[in-house]
């Protein structure tokens, strides 16, 4: 994030034909850079990078305000403000660059309670063995290693020229985030060797990306108050495999399942946020923002593979596409490809935040302190929606699937500060901070495919500041530690359900969440619950970026 010093550039020359910046130069250079070309180049550029989106949101966006720990509305300033409040671009001379990135890696293992049953009629070697401990192995496509890199490029523009106090800008960039994964993904149905994953009804494999072009403006109403908004248009794709049950499937017998792939796609996901920075005091900032919901309707298609020795009502199982159209995803053409949609939301969240600047004599900053408060509405965002448009066995109806996540809110604090010294001529600012967010997942409700625990986080950077360019570094460590979720009830065909009596829970009452039954309604779905055992799980993050200015 740039950190511009008033008067840094002397006397702005301005143009308002071209909108040309022409900073005063020894010996009469000058540098000029047309505000319109440049921002479209950047925004070209953003338009063909995927950045990976979902999960829950690690706090920060960009080197320098995930090395304070996401403790940054009041303080930011540059393209890092587009992302973490819009109004901190009033705050900006001339024209900055910023290029960075959040490389994050998540380690996650799950040992799921009680062991693989028996099935009648069927020997298994693995019968009556303890379910082992099965970790996430994802190695992300954009990034190295375990590492997922979650781009922020950007740039913003002063058009003082043109009108007093408006900035713009533009960028790409997406929450920090892990929404690769990697789990049993080896498993191959009908595998006579191997025992099936414990996990595979929750998620085998997922990769979301999402591409997010993103214009922002802000103005300074007042030498006090700036405010400033930003416009998305987001383009979603979900790719995923999991597992279902054909039909009834109490043993979790692989010969009852349906391996599922799905790929869907949306071209339109709008958002929008808003900020305002208001300084009662030349040392004293306080900010607050706000993020609308963002939802996708994503449209694609999936492959359903039921086991060979898939029944119901004693015929072999198949699956084909719809006869009648679904006026929101259409049936597909093929026997073995099916129409599918996907319905799911990022949350709305709001923060306030207020920061305390520490001058030297001079009346140069020489560190700040800031404290964030942050509300996320996961409870509107809970449940993903799948639909597939198709029959089992040309006559029954695939019912919507609801992946459910027993969401509720989450709110966090965040604390963070900067310090400035002067080093070898030039500015070097360290930076840190920590972090506190509360679990989005109810009791007995985590699962593998989004992260709903809750974590301390603490980070750490630096900058160090050049005539016109600036460098960013810094690393953390988000730490969740060990979770037991949930009991040992293993519902059977004589007892269903885990009342204490044998009864199912009603649906909307249950602690935790079941395999997804193609054959059956939500309403319908068989007690089993899938996801109770115990979990471990830490975050890893170095943090990279880059920022020039003209």
């Known amino acids: 994030m740039p950190m511009v010093v008033a ?19 020894a010996g009469g250079d000058t540098r000029a850079m047309t505000g319109k070309v440049l921002l479209g180049t950047v925004l070209l550029v953003a338009g063909s990078t995927s950045a990976h989106a979902g999960g829950l ?11 304070r720990a996401g403790a940054a509305i009041a303080s930011t300033e540059g393209p890092e403000a587009i992302a973490a409040n819009p109004a901190g671009m009033a705050k900006s001379e001339g024209t900055q660059i910023t290029v960075g990135s959040s490389l994050i890696s998540h380690s996650q ?14 020997n298994l070697a693995w019968a009556g063995d303890r379910y082992g401990v099965i ?49 049993g993904d080896d498993y191959q149905l009908d595998d006579p060797t191997k025992p099936p994953p414990p996990t595979r009804y929750d998620i085998v494999s997922q990769n979301a990306t999402a591409i997010n072009p993103t214009v922002a403006v802000a103005y300074r109403v007042l030498p006090q108050l700036d405010v400033g908004a930003r416009f998305t248009w987001g383009i979603s794709q979900v790719d995923s495999r999991r597992f279902t049950w054909v039909g009834e499937n ?28 208001y300084r009662p005091l030349p040392a004293l900032e306080v900010a607050a923002q ?38 929101l995803c259409q049936p597909g053409t093929s026997s073995t490809e099916l129409k599918a949609c996907v319905d799911f939301m990022l949350p709305m969240f709001a923060s306030v935040g207020g920061r305390y600047k520490f001058n030297n004599a001079a009346g140069k900053m020489r560190g700040d302190i800031e404290l964030n408060v942050q509300w996320e509405n996961w409870s509107a965002a809970s449940d993903t929606k799948a639909s597939v448009k198709g029959l089992i066995n040309g006559e029954i109806d695939i019912k ?123 309403e319908s779905q068989a007690e089993n619950p899938v996801n109770h055992g115990q979990y471990k799980s830490h975050y890893v993050l170095i943090m990279l970026g880059a920022t020039t200015w003209f």
């Not at 301005?14 to 005063?24: A, G, K, N, Q, Y």
């Open 7 to 25: 008067g840094q550039y002397g006397q702005l020359n301005c143009d308002p034909l071209s909108l040309r910046l022409t900073p005063p130069c």
């Open 57 to 67: 949101f690690l706090p920060g966006t960009g080197p320098v305000s995930t090395g």
């Open 109 to 122: 293992s799950f040992q799921r309670n009680g062991s693989y049953d028996s099935v009648p009629g069927q």
């Open 135 to 183: 970790e996430d192995n994802a190695k992300p496509k954009i990034g190295f290693g375990s590492f997922q890199a979650i781009p922020l490029i950007g740039v913003t523009h002063n058009f003082d020229c043109v009108l007093k106090g408006f900035s713009a800008g533009f960028a790409i960039f997406a929450p920090n985030a892990y929404p690769t994964r990697s789990i």
């Open 250 to 277: 109490y043993p979790e017998w692989s010969g009852s399942d349906s391996n599922v792939v799905l790929k869907a796609k949306d071209s339109f996901v709008p958002g929008w946020s808003a900020g305002v920075t």
């Open 290 to 327: 706000y993020t609308a919901a963002m939802k996708s309707h994503a449209v694609g298609s999936a492959v359903i593979t039921p086991s060979k020795d898939a029944r119901l009502s004693n015929q072999m199982v198949f699956f084909t596409n719809a006869v009648e159209p679904d006026p």
């Open 400 to 522: 919507d699937t609801y992946v459910r996540h027993g969401f509720r809110d989450t709110y966090s604090v965040r604390v963070g500060g900067s310090y400035n010294s002067p080093v070898a001529g030039h500015d070097l600012t360290l930076r840190g901070g920590a972090a506190y967010d509360s679990g989005a997942a109810k009791p007995g409700w985590e699962r593998l495919d989004f992260d709903g625990a809750a974590r301390i986080m603490a980070t750490g950077g630096a900058s160090y500041r050049l005539d016109r360019y600036q460098f960013d570094l810094g690393a953390g460590v988000a730490l969740q530690g060990t979770r037991n979720v949930g009991g040992d009830c293993n519902p059977t065909k004589t007892a269903p359900g885990c009342l204490g009596n044998g009864q199912q829970t009603p649906v909307l009452d249950r602690a935790g969440w079941d395999p997804g039954q193609s054959a059956f309604p939500l």
